[in-house]
């Protein structure tokens, strides 16, 4: 398994923007299927992006399509969530997570890695 750590958290006006990173470290040679999913205070947490297991596709939640771009360098192990028109509804904790299987990439109970979260609120 992987290791993740998400960096790049702050605190953004409505309409601004910010870029989350997530740096993979341990067996990165594994296959494995990286996603972003956030939880708001009193809120369950919730699907946000991910990519398909091929990792041709991506996916995104209704709330943050056209707004929010997952992408990855593999190079560098380190997958990205750039978030453009931020709302005060996308503030909360954002968590990467990486599956190690097929299907089910909407559940955060099919990713066997999670990183420590970073905050992100957004001031209306």
């Known amino acids: 398994q992987v290791q993740l750590v998400e960096s790049g958290g702050g605190l953004v006006q409505a309409g601004g923007s910010l870029q989350l990173s997530c740096a993979a470290s341990?067996?990165?040679?594994?296959?494995?299927?990286m996603a972003w999913f956030r939880q708001a205070p009193g809120k369950e947490r919730e699907f946000v992006a991910g990519?398909?297991?091929?990792?041709?596709?991506?996916y995104y939640a209704d709330s943050v399509k056209g707004r929010f771009t997952i992408s990855r360098d593999n190079a560098k192990n380190t997958g990205y969530l750039q978030m453009n028109s931020l709302k005060p509804e996308d503030t909360g904790v954002y968590y990467c997570?990486?599956?190690?299987?097929?299907?089910?990439?909407?559940?955060?109970?099919?990713?066997?890695?999670w990183g420590q979260g970073t905050q992100v609120t957004v001031a209306s």
């Open positions: 997570a990486a599956r190690y299987r097929g299907g089910g990439h909407l559940l955060d109970g099919s990713y066997g890695s």
């Open positions: 990519f398909s297991w091929s990792g041709g596709r991506t």
């Open positions: 341990g067996r990165t040679r594994s296959r494995y299927a």
